[in-house]
Each structure stands twice: as structure tokens, then as C-alpha cells.
């Protein structure tokens, strides 16, 4: 990580900026949205998701400790993912989310109780954490 | 199957807020589909969009619209070895790729 970081580093302009956008583990809350609410059914597991974000902090950070960056800005928001079924939120999570995401039995029952107990319109919504920080490209001072 | 994502455009809101992307020069890394591509293709003074994955490339590829066509380019490519210019770019965005 460090590498490519260096490669981005080559690749801006003096002055440039570096933008990381990305989901953080944060156990994301998994919820049926009906009757204009949401109901929450659980928080799903991505703990699998820790070992990465921790592997690309401490890339970012040793970039930044050998100031080929400086940070300068960092916001934090709500992403929203929100499915018409608790079928279809499944099928995704499980096909698209491998290695950073599962979806607990447990879980997914309340999900499926939750949803089996509105007759209206309802859908499905997970809402990530997400981490959105700038880094200024200082000239490489250490290697 | 109907997915949303971002539906209030947080993302988006603060990509332009804090990423400055405005008639910028940009290299994003891990476009996958161009899904955040779309988001600010419209600003940007030119757009690099590398990702290792060939069938995301090309659905990328596919779906960029004639007009931002000219000033978008995708390539199989990723960080560690980066086929581009040294100071080619204004700003550099990790797509959820780090």
C-alpha cells in the first residue's frame, strides 16, 4: 500500500491532493424501512472489514510520517444501501460484499420477521460509515 | 432488483466540498464500474480512471456518456504500476481502494 501511495505521490502535481474515500468498520445498522421509519433488525458483522482499514491507515500514516503527504481535511457521513428486499439485500451482501461483510443468522431472521410483519411498502437499508479525508503532496523528504 | 446507493449524495456533497474536483486534473484509482466517476465527470477538466478488474473497466467504459467521453479514460491498470506522466494530475482519489 505503501508503494502505490508513492506511485500516486509521482504521479501529482506539486500541490496536488490525495482524496481517500472509503467505508470504516463500524458495524453497520441493517434496517426495514416501513411506514416512514426505519426498524431496526441488528447491526451486521464487518470486522472482517478492521484488518483492512487498519493495514491502510498505517499505510496513510507512514506516507504522511515521511511527509510525502500532509492531511488537511477529513469528514465522516452516512452511505446508504437500500434494497427492496430483504432477499435481494442478501443475495448482494453475500455476492458483492466477501471479506468485508456478514450477514449473522440471527440476523437475517429478525430481518425477514421484521419484513414479513409490514404489508405496505417497505425496503431494505444498510448505512455504512464512511471516512473521507484529503492529504496535501508535500515534496519527499524521507525514504 | 432495485439498489440505491447514496441517496442523499453525501458522497458526492463532500467529494466537491473537500476534494475541490472542479476543472481538475484527476486520477482515480479503483473506479471498479465508475460509479464515483459519474459523480464528478461533469467538473473535472479530465478524468485517468485505473482499475485492475477488466469486466468493471468495461462496463465503465460502456456505460461513460458521449459527452464526458473525450475527457475520460479508463485503463486496466493499478497504483503499484501506474502507466501515467509524473505530475500529470491535480488530484488523485482512492475509491474505496486503499
Redo the contacts between chains.
Keep these: 500500500?505503501v508503494?502505490?501511495?508513492e506511485?500516486?505521490w509521482?504521479?501529482?502535481?506539486?500541490g496536488?491532493?490525495?482524496?481517500?474515500?472509503?467505508?470504516v468498520a463500524a458495524r453497520w445498522p441493517l434496517e426495514i424501512l416501513a411506514d416512514g421509519q426505519g426498524i431496526r433488525a441488528g447491526r451486521i458483522d464487518d470486522s472482517p472489514n478492521v484488518v483492512d482499514d487498519q493495514a491502510?491507515d498505517v499505510?496513510?500514516r507512514t506516507a504522511v510520517r515521511r511527509r510525502f503527504f500532509r492531511p488537511t481535511?477529513r469528514?465522516t457521513?452516512?452511505?446508504?444501501?437500500?434494497?427492496?428486499s430483504v432477499a435481494?439485500m442478501s443475495?448482494?451482501v453475500t455476492t458483492n460484499w466477501e471479506g468485508c461483510a456478514v450477514l449473522q443468522s440471527d440476523l437475517l431472521a429478525r430481518a425477514y420477521s421484521l419484513e414479513r410483519g409490514f404489508h405496505g411498502e417497505k425496503r431494505v437499508r444498510i448505512t455504512m460509515r464512511?471516512i473521507?479525508r484529503?492529504y496535501l503532496k508535500l515534496e519527499k523528504r524521507h525514504v | 432488483m432495485t439498489l440505491e446507493r447514496d441517496p442523499h449524495g453525501n458522497e458526492t456533497r463532500f467529494l466537491h466540498e473537500i476534494g475541490r474536483l472542479s476543472g481538475a486534473r484527476v486520477l482515480e484509482v479503483g473506479c471498479g464500474e465508475g460509479r464515483m466517476t459519474w459523480r464528478y465527470a461533469e467538473v473535472a477538466e479530465s478524468i485517468v480512471a485505473i482499475d485492475p478488474d477488466p469486466e468493471r473497466l468495461a462496463t465503465a467504459h460502456q456505460t461513460c456518456t458521449a459527452a464526458w467521453r473525450h475527457r475520460t479514460h479508463f485503463l486496466l491498470a493499478d497504483a503499484e504500476n501506474l502507466p501515467l506522466r509524473r505530475g500529470e494530475f491535480d488530484r488523485a482519489i482512492l475509491a474505496w481502494s486503499l
Excluded at chain 1, 10 to 14: D, N, S, T, V
Excluded at chain 1, 77 to 84: K, M, T
Design positions: 500500500m508503494h502505490a501511495l506511485r500516486i509521482e504521479a501529482l502535481r506539486p496536488g491532493l490525495l482524496v481517500d474515500v472509503r467505508p491502510a499505510a496513510i481535511a469528514a457521513f452516512p452511505f446508504d444501501y437500500i434494497w427492496d435481494e443475495e448482494y464512511m473521507m484529503t
